[in-house]
C-alpha cells in the first residue's frame, strides 16, 4: 500500500525558508486523481492544512500561508515538497504530507520542524 | 472560510458505553447535485499522524472498526462509538473538504476513559 515520509531538517533560522520534501513509496505519485497536501500541527494544537497539489503542477494554498507558501511535484523521483518562506517560531510545528481525496489518507508519520537561532 | 466547531473539546466515557462527538460547519457541506456530505472524521493518538475513520460523512473506511459511525447532514455531524474499547483514547477531528480553496479541521475532542 501506498507510504508516505516527510525528510528534512528539524531545525530552521528564524526569518528563512523551511524545506521539506515527502517520498511516496508503493506506488506512483501520477497515478489515480489524487492532490497531495502538506498539514502542519503545532505541539498541543489542532491541525492546519497549508496546500496540495496534482500531479500537473495545479496548486491550492491555504489564504492564511499563500504568500510564503510553494507546493512542488518531481514526478520523477515520486515526491513533492514544500517550501514556506520567512519562518517565525510561530511555524514552529510538526509537518504532515498526506494523500489527498479530499479527504486525507494515508498521511506520513510527520516531522517536527523547530524554528529558533 | 467553513468553519468547524465540534462539541464536547473533552469527554471521559466509561468502557463499554457509548460516546458521541458532535461537529458544526458555519456553512452546508452538503453538495446538492450528488448529494454528498463532505465531510470526515479522523482519531489521533499520542505521538502518531491522524488516522481516518470515515469520509462521506458517514462511509467507514476499511479496516475500520463497526463500532465507529458517521451521521449528520448538511451542518451538524455526528461521530459515534457504540461500545468504547480502551483503545479508543484519543482526539477525534472533523474535517470539511466542502471548500476545495481551503480545507478545515475541527479543534479537536479529546475522549478519555471514566
Known amino acids: 500500500q501506498v507510504q508516505l515520509q516527510e525528510s528534512g531538517p528539524g531545525l530552521v533560522k528564524p526569518s528563512q525558508t523551511l524545506s521539506l520534501t515527502c517520498t511516496v513509496s508503493?506506488?506512483?505519485?501520477?497515478?489515480?486523481?489524487?492532490?497531495w497536501s502538506w498539514i502542519r500541527q503545532p505541539a498541543g494544537k489542532g491541525l492546519e492544512w497549508i496546500g496540495r497539489?496534482?500531479?500537473?503542477?495545479?496548486?491550492n494554498y491555504n489564504p492564511s500561508l499563500k504568500s510564503r507558501v510553494t507546493i512542488s511535484v518531481d514526478t520523477s523521483k515520486n515526491q513533492f515538497s514544500l517550501k514556506l518562506s520567512s519562518v517565525t517560531a510561530a511555524d514552529t510545528a510538526v509537518y504532515y504530507c498526506?494523500?489527498?481525496?479530499?479527504?486525507?489518507?494515508?498521511w506520513g508519520q510527520g516531522t517536527l520542524v523547530t524554528v529558533s537561532s | 472560510d467553513i468553519v468547524m466547531t465540534q462539541s464536547p473539546d473533552s469527554l471521559a466515557v466509561s468502557l463499554g458505553e457509548r460516546a458521541t462527538i458532535n461537529c458544526k460547519s458555519s456553512?452546508?457541506?452538503?453538495?446538492?447535485?450528488?448529494?454528498?456530505?463532505?465531510l470526515a472524521w479522523y482519531q489521533q493518538k499520542p505521538g502518531q499522524p491522524p488516522k481516518l475513520l470515515i469520509y462521506?460523512?458517514?462511509t467507514r473506511e476499511s479496516g475500520v472498526p463497526d463500532r465507529f459511525s458517521g451521521s449528520g447532514s448538511g451542518t451538524d455531524f455526528t461521530l459515534t462509538i457504540s461500545s468504547l474499547q480502551a483503545e479508543d483514547v484519543a482526539v477525534y477531528y472533523c474535517?470539511?473538504?466542502?471548500?476545495?480553496?481551503?480545507?478545515?479541521f475541527g479543534q479537536g475532542t479529546k475522549l478519555e476513559i471514566k
Open positions: 498526506a494523500r489527498t481525496l479530499g479527504w486525507f489518507d494515508p
Open positions: 508503493g506506488g506512483s505519485i501520477s497515478s489515480g486523481s489524487y492532490y
Open positions: 497539489i496534482y500531479t500537473s503542477g495545479s496548486t
Open positions: 456553512q452546508s457541506v452538503l453538495y446538492s447535485s450528488n448529494n454528498k456530505n463532505y
Open positions: 462521506w460523512a458517514s
Open positions: 474535517q470539511q473538504y466542502y471548500s476545495t480553496l481551503l480545507y478545515t
